[in-house]
């Protein structure tokens, strides 16, 4: 499975980006999908995930602000980043577990000016 994430860019403080990630590939018996986002000398850290059940799970610093979608029909993946902050500045990540590996897309870059 090869992943595509799109949709990154420079939005100022208060705007809203949505990234994508699209998947080539069977995803059917995915166990989890999400993001992950890696700030300048900072740590990977998990942004939002959804498990096969469709339950969501969301960073501190993403809940109430970042939305995570599956949309099945198109094999595609979105976050919907509202309220952006410059501390969300980052690359971010999209993955795709399944039952015998994961796999992960090229990342997209995120800028948010104060």
């Known amino acids: 499975v090869q992943l595509q994430a799109c949709g990154g860019g420079l939005v100022q403080a208060g705007g809203s980006l949505r990234l994508s990630c699209a998947a080539s590939?069977?995803?059917?018996?995915?166990?989890?999908m999400g993001w992950y986002r890696q700030a300048p000398g900072k740590q990977r850290e998990l942004v939002a995930d959804i498990d096969s059940s469709g339950r969501t799970s969301y960073a501190d610093s993403a809940k109430g602000r970042f939305t995570i979608v599956r949309d099945a029909a198109k094999n595609t993946m979105y976050l919907q980043m509202n309220s952006l902050k410059p501390e969300d500045i980052a690359v971010y990540y999209c993955?795709?577990?399944?039952?015998?590996?994961?796999?992960w897309g090229q990342g997209t870059l995120v800028t948010v000016s104060s």
């Open positions: 993955y795709v577990r399944l039952r015998t590996d994961t796999s």
């Open positions: 590939g069977s995803i059917f018996l995915f166990t989890a």
